[in-house]
């Protein structure tokens, strides 16, 4: 996992300062747990969601991202801005679908979606705002017997993020942990995951504003900003839960022990790989860049992802750096140039229906471009990434159901759809020559249309490495927008015969980063690129 390091000595270190206190649901606020009586003396046995345990290894496909496209197919219509969706492993084939007014709706593919909610809690929930509601769902790891759940939501009266725990036997809804969060109705986070550990997971956003106000994102005696990780199957002391001894900061002082990844703007959705435990997380940015971040199982403990001294590999808020502290790099940006606005981080596809297609491969997508995001290791450190299709309007969340398959919840007008996964040929092959010294580069294009018709008029896009910037180009009209860059035709080479080829070039200027764009699209279709 690379690091970065940031060291400036007309910066100040890093100091704690106060935040609005921890509050509990409808009652006193509850103080930070000591180490000794919060700590877990072992580690519960780990389950997945509803009992199931770790999924079994299975190969990674090796099949191009270029020749995969993703589409969805709505099966569900009629939901209230759904935000989230879980399946239990009881057999039954449900799924369970939030909506940002406090309730939870049940999805049968036989029967379609019941129109009583499962799940009703809307006197709980202040859902005022864009971004307020009912934001997340766990499935407690022993669901099929205790029929216990996990959900995140802002509360009345006053939007504070909160964690409950509610029952399915008796309806009873029991919150567990809050976080005041009165000054602003966005970035609330509200992803809530069980892990491979049996510990639940859950995000929480920077307190919302702009620009992190509250400079949430590296304090570590607040919870706004963060990823917290607590042991949800027993309580100490004064708490209804309890902090697992190995959390990054138990026992550090100021610090909140609940803290287990720090520096994230707003982590909207966030998830395990069931086969290696890797975490995946989809931060959305300020503006300028979103993230995706991977972590893998070993090195997660008290990653700072540096929000809000960097935002995707750029400085946001030097201010906020602080001397010798290390930052994660994201495996993963893109500016909102590509239409964009707030990335929705996905899941890793493990199924069995698609697994030659894109076992192995991480999906998310954006709420505004909806493009379809595919990312895959490369074996050397890096991840191959493309874009491999759309989907619906505004998708909000990814699901899985126990066997793997996908589902995504889209906002409005709010519907379910199922994902799939086809092999399809590209029509455009992208092969390169580049020639760098000191702080220059250049970089040659060929273009070959693998189609079976003419392209008459061409648009190539490709988003830069960060760092780069266009000085010049050859036979083309090529223009940068942020990362990303446009080169259209000349007025000579505007035709490509099928099995065609032209060329085209440019200059950049760059900081040490020579690497070549990651990804090609030819009229917006995406090109196989020689590697």
């Given at each position: 996992m690379s690091r970065r390091r940031w060291a400036s000595p007309a910066l100040l270190a890093l100091t704690l300062t106060l935040v609005a206190p921890l509050t509990a649901f409808a009652s006193p606020p509850a103080p930070a747990p000591p180490a000794a009586a919060s700590a877990v003396e072992t580690p519960p046995a780990p389950a997945g969601p509803g009992g199931g345990g770790a999924e079994p290894a299975a190969a990674d496909s090796t099949v191009p991202l270029e020749e995969i496209t993703a589409s969805a197919t709505q099966v569900a219509f009629g939901l209230r801005r759904p935000t989230a969706l879980v399946a239990p492993d009881d057999g039954t084939g449900r799924l369970f679908i939030v909506e940002k007014r406090g309730t939870v709706r049940v999805y049968h593919p036989d029967t379609g979606l019941e129109a009583t909610p499962m799940i009703d809690i809307t006197s709980s929930v202040d859902e005022t705002g864009n971004e307020r509601g009912l934001l997340g769902i766990a499935l407690a790891p022993d669901f099929n017997d205790s029929q216990q759940l996990y959900l995140a939501y802002t509360a009345l009266p006053d939007g504070a993020v909160t964690l409950a725990r509610y029952s399915l036997a008796d309806g009873t809804l029991q919150p567990l942990l809050a976080q005041e969060h009165a000054e602003y109705n966005n970035h609330n986070g509200g992803q809530l995951t069980f892990g491979p550990d049996g510990y639940l997971y859950w995000a929480i956003g920077d307190g919302g504003g702009s620009g992190d106000p509250f400079d949430t994102g590296q304090r570590l005696d607040t919870l706004l900003g963060k990823i917290l990780r607590i042991d949800v199957s027993r309580s100490?002391?004064?708490l209804d839960y309890c902090v697992p001894r190995d959390n990054p900061f138990v026992g550090v002082e100021n610090a909140r022990e609940e803290i287990f990844i720090w520096g994230v703007r707003n982590p909207w959705r966030f998830s395990f790989d069931?086969?290696?435990g890797s975490l995946w997380i989809g931060d959305v940015g300020q503006g300028r860049w979103e993230e995706i971040d991977h972590l893998p199982a070993g090195p997660q403990a008290g990653a700072n992802l540096g929000w809000s001294c960097y935002e995707g590999f750029e400085v946001f808020d030097e201010a906020q750096c602080a001397p010798d502290a290390e930052y994660t790099d994201p495996v993963f940006t893109y500016s909102p140039q590509t239409g964009g606005c707030a990335v929705i981080g996905g899941r890793v596809y493990r199924g069995e229906e698609f697994a030659e297609l894109v076992g192995g491969t991480y999906i998310?997508?954006?709420?505004?471009?909806?493009?379809?995001w595919a990312l895959r290791e490369d074996g050397a450190g890096g991840y191959l990434q493309a874009e491999i299709g759309e989907m619906p309007t505004q998708?909000?969340?990814?699901?899985?159901?126990?066997?793997?398959?996908f589902y995504v919840v889209n906002d409005l007008p709010g519907g379910l759809h199922r994902v799939s996964f086809e092999r399809t040929e590209p029509t455009c092959r992208i092969e390169h020559s580049t020639r760098a010294w000191g702080?220059?580069?250049?970089?040659?294009?060929?273009?070959?249309?693998?189609g079976a018709e003419p392209v008459n008029g061409w648009s190539l896009t490709f988003p830069l490495p960060a760092g780069q910037r266009?000085?010049?180009?050859w036979n083309t009209d090529l223009t940068q927008a942020g990362d990303m860059v446009t080169a259209r035709n000349a007025s000579h080479n505007g035709a490509i015969a099928p099995g065609a080829s032209v060329r085209l070039g440019y200059l950049v200027e760059h900081a040490g980063d020579t690497a070549l764009p990651g990804r090609?699209?030819?009229n917006g279709a995406t090109c196989a690129v020689a590697r």
């Open positions: 100490c002391g004064e069931p086969q290696d998310a997508t954006d709420y505004c471009s909806s493009t379809v998708v909000t969340a990814f699901g899985t159901t126990p066997e793997g398959e702080n220059g580069m250049t970089v040659d294009l060929t273009i070959t249309n693998t266009v000085v010049s180009d090609f699209s030819l």
